[in-house]
């Protein structure tokens, strides 16, 4: 297939009054779709992050536009009705004023990646404004407009547009009309990391037939609900160049049995079925249906609250085996982005996130029961039914860099949960040994702390790396999509098993406790619970979380 590709704008051709006044005579009885053709209007807000002489700073793009909703092979898609407002901070106007300019002039270049069947190309409207004067404080808002290419295709499929990065070129002047020293700045914008699931503007669909003009089932809007980063169908291409397809499911399949060790590598993603592929289907069936899992409910849900599913695997070193976490609810509470007060290096910039988080299982912080069987010493099967309790809050430490020159999100996420094991029921041989109510770890798991002074006491520490590529879907571990979390935990001694004057503490501290237990954790996409309409992708009807995830070794 051909990339979908710019046009240059065609001459306008000079009509001959015979020809117009034909068609005017005609008009009445042309098809009223032969007329006017139905538009997909569209008007988007977007979070951006631009570099300005005062460092990096959020700002807001919004796009109007309006496309055909749909069009034939080889028929010109021409965007219409084309505005770019960029919403720079009061940052921006304290620049402009130490330059002593009164009034300030724009132009934009917004590059728009086109996407079609896997194909891609860039595309960049440019616009200008007309001089407007500089605030004394707040935001300075500029409005541009201008022509955009034509877009042809001579395939079939859906074509689809999403904002990427903006150029803003000010020319501020002062109150006199004289340029400012220096004449010009140059602004930067990137998508915020929050905006890349959103950023998609329209989708065309184009068939072999002529366009009808017909309203598509699409809705009229730009973007999706999901704030994953992760979809497929909201690309923001930074190169015209084709590029392969990545896979999007970052789960793969579950292991086939309960014991061994949980693997102390990343997983490398889906695997392939190894049954023979059937070249005959295209059609995909029904969706499977949603997994049995665990109710997970936000009683109380605010407009950054999330909820997701976590599994995994949790190796027991001194028993040779993993015993597999059962999918429980964790319920979370988005923080706000922060900046550090470290400069980044040059051409980047950084924020943070903490978002808390909570266990839920029948109204506890904990997860459901699970049981795990081991060979203890190598030669006594041992089963055990245990739960991870939460003794404070889950918190989740986020650190996005945002490269300029890629557009390209990189992201560092620690989780630090401070949990104790407690032992419910053990049976050694099948024969039940009574360790009580009481039986648990002396205190939470604990792992290397990398800043014991910010986060002191024990506690367990996962980490997940991610990735956002400019326009392609997200890589290893980002929050609100999920991914693998890994780690190594400590197990300590235990305390407060038995009952008839028996003490098997240190009978389970031999077995169990101690130093390299990796773990291995797998978070599903997170539930948008807050939002007035919970995205369907994300959330079940009744607001839980629609996707539960498979544990990976």
């Known amino acids: 297939m051909s990339r979908p590709r710019p046009t240059p704008r065609p001459s306008r051709a000079r009509v001959r009054g015979a020809t117009i006044a034909a068609f005017v005579a005609l008009a009445p009885l042309l098809p009223a779709a032969a007329v006017a053709l139905e538009t997909l209007k569209v008007d988007t807000a977007l979070p951006y992050v631009c570099a300005l002489p005062s460092g990096q700073q959020p700002a807001t793009v919004r796009i109007t536009a309006a496309f055909p909703e749909r069009a034939a092979v080889g028929e010109e898609i021409r965007p219409t009705d084309v505005t770019t407002s960029v919403e720079l901070p009061a940052a921006a106007v304290a620049d402009l004023t130490a330059l002593k300019a009164a009034t300030v002039r724009a132009e934009t270049r917004l590059t728009v990646g086109v996407t079609q069947n896997e194909q891609r190309a860039e595309a960049t ?9 500089v605030p004394a404080e707040g935001p300075l808002t500029l409005t541009t407009t201008g022509d955009v290419p034509i877009l042809t295709t001579d395939t079939a499929g859906d074509l689809t547009l999403a904002a990427g990065g903006i150029a ?5 002047s002062t109150a006199d009309g004289a340029a400012t020293v220096p004449a010009s700045l140059a602004v930067t914008c990137v998508p915020h990391p929050d905006a890349q699931d959103r950023t998609r503007l329209a989708t065309v669909p184009v068939g072999t037939g002529p366009g009808t003009g017909e309203p598509s089932t699409a809705p009229p809007t730009t973007g999706l609900p999901s704030p994953s980063g992760s979809s497929p169908t909201s690309p923001s291409p930074s190169s015209g160049l084709p590029l392969p397809s990545l896979p999007v499911d970052p789960i793969s399949p579950p292991p086939p049995a309960l014991t061994g060790e949980a693997s102390g590598t990343p997983s490398a993603g889906p695997q392939a079925d190894a049954g023979p592929a059937d070249a005959t289907e295209e059609t995909p069936g029904p969706p499977a249906p949603r997994p049995d899992a665990p109710p997970c409910v936000t009683e109380k849900p605010t407009p950054v609250s999330l909820s997701a599913y976590i599994t995994g695997y949790t190796n027991v070193r001194k028993l040779n085996g993993a015993s597999l976490l059962p999918a429980t609810c964790m319920l979370i509470e988005q923080g706000d982005m922060q900046i550090p007060t470290t400069p980044p290096p040059e051409g980047e910039f950084h924020f943070t996130n903490l978002s808390l988080g909570n266990l839920s299982h029948q109204g506890r912080k904990q997860t ?8 203890t010493f190598d030669f006594q099967p041992v089963t055990a039914t245990m739960v991870l309790e939460q003794t ?3 918190t989740i430490d986020t650190l996005v860099r945002v490269v300029f020159a890629s557009g390209d999100n990189f992201l560092e996420n620690t989780v630090r949960a401070p949990l104790v094991l407690r032992v419910l029921d053990v049976k050694v041989d099948g024969v039940p040994l009574d360790v009580g109510p ?3 770890t002396a205190a939470p798991l604990s792992s290397p702390e990398p800043d014991p002074a ?3 006491g024990d506690h367990l520490v996962l980490l997940g790396l991610g990735k956002i590529p400019f326009g392609l879907p997200a890589e290893g571990y980002v929050l609100t999509g999920g991914g693998p979390l890994t780690g190594e935990a400590t197990i300590p001694a235990f305390t407060g098993c038995g009952s008839g004057g028996e003490n098997f503490d240190r009978l389970l501290t031999a077995a169990i406790s101690g130093p390299g237990n990796h773990i291995k954790q797998v978070q599903g996409q997170t539930c948008s619970v807050g939002v007035e309409v919970p995205p369907p992708d994300q959330c079940t009807e009744d607001r ?4 539960v995830p498979e544990p990976e070794r």
């Open 368 to 375: 459901p029961p699970f049981t795990s069987t081991f060979l």
């Open 392 to 394: 404070g809050p889950v």
């Open 438 to 440: 009481s039986c648990r």
């Open 454 to 456: 910010k986060y002191p």
């Open 544 to 547: 839980q979380p629609l996707v």
């Open 168 to 172: 803003v070129d000010l020319a501020p």
């Open 125 to 133: 409207w440019s616009g200008t404004a007309q001089p407007v004067d």
